[in-house]
């Protein structure tokens, strides 16, 4: 949306107006400075944000200030929710730093208020002060810039005005009970408890989620393993004690084949089409590589959910091998303990399931394929706009726009039709993964890229389900990390942050009450181009060698520090197996070379 710069109407009287001045002198005495963090000493903590970040230059005062930069569609607010007095004045001030930056204040009951100033290229002063209503208890104070301004500074931003007794933290919770157990994830519930304003969810003492509601559902969870869990409430007193400790098992589980090795090397084989890479035959590809995905099944048109399979014809690969010969490929891979699986999709094969008619299609056509073939299982490759979200689809947990609902669905019934031994693989781009830890489809106030995320209800859905995701680290943008910094394409760093958020978990749109729990690492992947000819992010040897060490040793990680160490990463993923020959083996023989 184009959206253009605010009109210049404010003077630099209008700016010196009694109700913008700064706070009296004659404050009274029991007046505090009810902002949390607003210094940002703490990096984020108890703001939300939708582009911030914190940077140690510049800064007004301490060690810290926030950096925020807007977007087109996206105007870098940085908010938090403040517990205010009714019938009481408050004085909201800070400092800032860039181009048309504002900072404001609403839910006060009466008038909203804001103030903001055209340019500051040193930290100045914003200061405006509002009455609550006779009812307002809560008040929601904020930051933000203008829509492609350019990155703003905000530091010292404080909310003087009447304290609010804290009075007692609750009672501790009780009735905390396990309700649905997966291989990956268990359900709690509990009673409420009179006063609290959210709960704290610990797993074997260790917090692990802090929600709204009165039950949770804890993932990341490894299969056949006991846990034990606890409860906590939770309102502006503090924390009560934690409720009894229940347990519960995981399940077996089966979404990882046991044939499957410890590491393994994954690589798209071009099937359906030739390009400068020249055609490879089934045959000829090495036994290093465990996971063969056939590019690519596409839908005769965007919506039918129709996928069909064609080889590659003879006029364009013209050392295509016979059908009967591909086939007997197949077979003779799978004897050495390989899988080989249709990708569905592609930068050209846009899917979109609107409808049950095309998801039931879907599942016939793709059936077909593997029938035909006794393939192993399926990839998902969707790109382009084949996945994207509705205005009003918020909660990645509960989806409701039909071309999610029904990709889901199609997931499920495939896994249920071939059973415990069907591998299934996702390939999405970071933008509909990673990036929503800082945006989710259209997004709260919307203008967003509805895209943005768009896997991640998907992955959810189908953990249980899922040998493998392996997204690409490849043709993106900066994507912030958990650490809240960019990090771009071309060195281990960006596969370091990219894979430590799957292995960690993430708050969707950085909503803490709304966290993507982690995959296992043997379901994690790293995907990367084979060569600079596959694709935009080409890595050389060394930093590929670089990324393995710190993801599954904590060594050599550079200045990025991840939450944890995972020695069962499962292995890598290229585009292509095409290029890598080309490229005469060079990303299977770091593979090799690494993992042995």
């Known amino acids: 949306m184009d959206r253009s710069r605010p009109l210049v109407l404010l003077t630099a009287a209008a700016l010196t107006l009694p109700g913008l001045t700064a706070l009296s002198s004659a404050a009274r005495a029991a007046d505090a400075d009810l902002a949390r963090n607003g210094g940002f000493e703490a990096g984020l903590d108890g703001w939300t944000c939708t582009a911030g970040t914190t940077v140690n230059s510049p800064v007004r005062s301490g060690s810290s200030a926030l950096q925020a930069t807007p977007a087109g569609s996206d105007n870098a607010r940085c908010a938090q929710t403040v517990t205010v007095k009714p019938d009481s004045q408050y004085?909201?001030?800070?400092?800032?730093?860039?181009?048309?930056?504002?900072?404001?204040?609403?839910?006060?009951?009466?008038?909203?208020?804001?103030?903001?100033?055209?340019?500051?290229?040193?930290?100045?002063?914003?200061?405006?002060?509002?009455?609550?209503?006779?009812?307002?208890?809560?008040?929601?104070?904020?930051?933000?810039?203008?829509?492609?301004?350019?990155?703003?500074?905000?530091?010292?931003?404080?909310?003087?005005?009447?304290?609010?007794?804290?009075?007692?933290?609750?009672?501790?919770?009780?009735?905390?009970?396990?309700?649905?157990?997966?291989?990956?994830?268990?359900?709690?519930?509990?009673?409420?408890?009179?006063?609290?304003?959210s709960y704290a969810v610990y797993r074997d003492g260790a917090k692990v989620q802090t929600v709204t509601g009165t039950s949770a559902t804890v993932g990341g969870l490894s299969p056949s393993t006991a846990y034990g869990f606890q409860v906590a409430a939770v309102n502006e007193a503090g924390e009560s004690a934690k409720s009894a400790t229940v347990t519960a098992t995981t399940?077996?589980?089966?979404?990882?084949?046991?044939?499957?090795?410890?590491h393994a090397l994954v690589g798209y084989l071009h099937a359906s089409f030739a390009n400068g890479s020249g055609y490879t035959r089934l045959a000829d590809v090495p036994d290093s590589w465990d996971i063969i995905d056939l590019a690519f099944g596409e839908p005769t048109s965007v919506t039918s959910g129709d996928i069909r399979f064609d080889r590659c014809p003879a006029t364009e690969c013209p050392n295509v091998e016979s059908d009967a010969d591909f086939k007997a490929a197949i077979r003779a891979k799978q004897a050495a303990g390989k899988k080989v699986l249709i990708s569905i999709g592609g930068q050209n094969g846009q899917v979109q399931l609107t409808t049950t008619a095309a998801r039931d299609t879907f599942v016939s056509s793709v059936s077909k394929i593997i029938d035909e073939y006794g393939l192993d299982g399926l990839d998902i490759d969707f790109e382009g706009h084949s996945l994207s979200l509705n205005a009003d689809d918020t909660d990645f947990k509960n989806p409701k726009t039909p071309v999610i609902v029904n990709l889901i669905s199609a997931l499920k019934t495939l896994r249920a039709r071939y059973g415990d031994d069907f591998v299934l693989t996702m390939a999405p781009e970071t933008f509909f993964v990673q990036l929503g830890y800082q945006y989710y489809g259209t997004g709260q106030w919307g203008g967003q890229d509805p895209r943005a995320g768009a896997y991640l209800p998907v992955i959810h859905a189908l953990r249980d389900d899922l040998t493998l995701l392996h997204v690409q680290d490849y043709n993106s943008g900066p994507v912030m990390g958990l650490d809240n910094q960019y990090h771009s394409m071309g060195g281990a760093d960006f596969h370091i942050a990219m894979t430590d958020m799957l292995l960690t978990g993430f708050p969707v749109a950085g909503?803490?009450?709304?966290?993507?729990?982690?995959?296992?690492?043997?379901?994690?992947?790293?995907?990367?181009?084979?060569?600079?000819?596959?694709?935009?992010?080409?890595?050389?040897?060394?930093?590929?060698?670089?990324?393995?060490?710190?993801?599954?040793?904590?060594?050599?990680?550079?200045?990025?520090?991840?939450?944890?160490?995972?020695?069962?990463?499962r292995g890598l993923m290229t585009w292509s197996i095409n290029w890598d020959r080309y490229g005469g083996w060079e990303f299977q023989r770091t593979f090799d070379g690494y993992f042995g």
């Open 251 to 262: 399940t077996a589980g089966s979404g990882d084949p046991v044939d499957l090795p410890a």
């Open 511 to 569: 909503n803490a009450n709304n966290v993507f729990p982690p995959l296992r690492p043997d379901q994690v992947a790293i995907g990367m181009p084979a060569s600079t000819n596959a694709g935009n992010g080409y890595v050389p040897p060394a930093e590929v060698t670089k990324t393995l060490d710190c993801l599954t040793r904590k060594v050599d990680c550079g200045s990025y520090t991840t939450h944890g160490t995972w020695p069962a990463l």
């Open 91 to 197: 004085t909201l001030s800070g400092y800032v730093r860039g181009s048309y930056v504002y900072l404001g204040a609403s839910g006060t009951g009466t008038t909203d208020v804001s103030t903001w100033t055209q340019s500051a290229t040193t930290w100045q002063q914003l200061t405006t002060t509002f009455r609550t209503g006779p009812s307002t208890t809560r008040v929601t104070v904020y930051t933000h810039g203008w829509y492609g301004t350019g990155a703003y500074h905000a530091d010292d931003i404080s909310l003087v005005g009447p304290g609010v007794d804290a009075g007692q933290p609750p009672a501790a919770p009780t009735g905390l009970k396990t309700g649905s157990v997966t291989s990956s994830s268990v359900a709690l519930s509990w009673s409420a408890v009179s006063g609290a304003t």
